[in-house]
Nanobody, 121 residues
Framework: VQLRASGGGLVQAGGSLRLSCAAS????????MGWFRQAPGKEREFVAS????????DYTDSVKGRFTISRDNAKNTVYPQMNSLKPEDTAVYYC???????????????WGQGTLVTVSS
């Protein structure tokens, strides 16, 4: 599975961005999808995940109520909608695919290249 993340950019605090992760290769619906982020000087952390059909989602506490993850299996794409962005959301965001629906980075087998989100105060 090849993953390509896009949609990052510069946004003011309180604003919104929608990232995309397009997948090619093997059957997209066989993979749960996750998003992770890495802020400057910090380790990469889990942000959100969505199950194979999209019926299940999970979020880290800091983004609950602000971020919504969805997927369109017909388009082989997963979308995190990020609202009410805060400066602390500034990071490189990575999408990843796993045969398991999980929050654990080590269980993700395929990774996209990352897209930078910068939130100004």
């Amino acid at each position: 599975v090849q993953l390509r993340a896009s949609g990052g950019g510069l946004v003011q605090a309180g604003g919104s961005l929608r990232l995309s992760c397009a997948a090619s290769g093997r059957t997209f619906s066989r993979y749960a999808m996750g998003w992770f982020r890495q802020a400057p000087g910090k380790e990469r952390e889990f942000v959100a995940s969505i199950s194979w059909s999209g019926g299940g989602t999970d979020y880290t506490d800091s983004v609950k109520g602000r971020f919504t993850i969805s997927r369109d299996n017909a388009k082989n794409t997963v979308y995190p909608q990020m609202n009410s962005l805060k400066p602390e959301d500034t990071a490189v965001y990575y999408c990843a695919a796993s045969t398991r629906w999980t929050i654990y980075e080590y269980e993700y087998e395929y990774w996209g290249q990352g897209t930078l989100v910068t939130v100004s105060s």
